[in-house]
Antibody
Framework: EVQLVESGGGLIQPGGSLRLSCAASGFTVSSNYMTWVRQAPGKGLEWVSVIYSGGTTYYADSVKGRFTISRDNSKNTLYLQMNSLRAEDTAVYYC????????????????WGQGTMVTVSS | QTVVTQEPSFSVSPGGTVTLTCGLSSGSVSTGYYPSWYQQTPGQAPRTLIYSTNTRSSGVPDRFSGSILGNKAALTITGAQADDESDYYCVLYMGSGIWVFGGGTKLTVL
């Protein structure tokens, strides 16, 4: 079964760091492009970051310079290292697979994890 | 700052048809933005409905369809059912590895 399971969320003080993990099963993370999408309480979805199969990464302006997306191919796991956390980073963070097939990027998302909650508060 | 616009709320009667739209604060949405649509019920992860403008994701019933209408992307639900009551989000691909979500539309079926 194709599945994504996030972990690593929790309560963290402003200015602190946290690393989220996303364990994939049923497919290979390194062969796909993988993203993080977040949702603040009662708010809409916000795209955060992407890592392509070749390793190229991109970030939303709101997290650039503070967050780092990476993966461990041996563990088939995606990560999001979050530094200098702010109250406005409080959200459920979803790990999401990008849609790719037959050499074509569809620039959309298909498999979503269940999300992990990050709360930034003193 | 690119803003993707959606109707904040919409209402449809059971069995009725509703079209939700996804626009840009400046400019027109075209297929080149690869518009995609997601459904989310409270407390759940989003579910992918439509990608690449009009391709239904696996398992999505054909009463959900996507298109470009005028200068916006559109999601049409034909024969609305009670369990279609959800939040619907569109997202546009801006190029260079950047996506922007719309604010979402809360659909009520009553």
């Amino acid at each position: 079964e194709v599945q994504l399971v996030e972990s690593g969320g929790g309560l963290i003080q402003p200015g602190g760091s946290l690393r989220l993990s996303c364990a994939a099963s049923g497919f290979t993370v390194s062969s796909n492009y993988m993203t993080w999408v977040r949702q603040a309480p009662g708010k809409g979805l916000e795209w955060v970051s992407v890592i392509y199969s070749g390793g190229t990464t991109y970030y939303a302006d709101s997290v650039k310079g503070r967050f780092t997306i990476s993966r461990d191919n041996s563990k088939n796991t995606l990560y999001l290292q979050m530094n200098s956390l702010r109250a406005e980073d409080t959200a459920v963070y979803y790990c999401v697979r990008g849609i790719y097939g037959s050499g074509t990027y569809y620039h959309a998302f298909d498999i979503w994890g269940q999300g992990t909650m990050v709360t930034v508060s003193s | 700052q690119t803003v993707v616009t959606q109707e904040p709320s919409f209402s449809v009667s059971p069995g009725g048809t509703v079209t939700l739209t996804c626009g840009l604060s400046s400019g027109s949405v075209s297929t080149g933005y690869y518009p995609s649509w997601y459904q989310q019920t409270p407390g759940q992860a989003p579910r992918t409905l439509i990608y690449s403008t009009n391709t239904r994701s696996s398992g999505v019933p054909d009463r959900f369809s996507g298109s470009i209408l005028g200068n916006k992307a559109a999601l049409t639900i034909t024969g609305a059912q009670a369990d279609d009551e959800s939040d619907y989000y569109c997202v546009l691909y801006m190029g260079s590895g950047i996506w922007v979500f719309g604010g979402g539309t809360k659909l009520t079926v009553l």
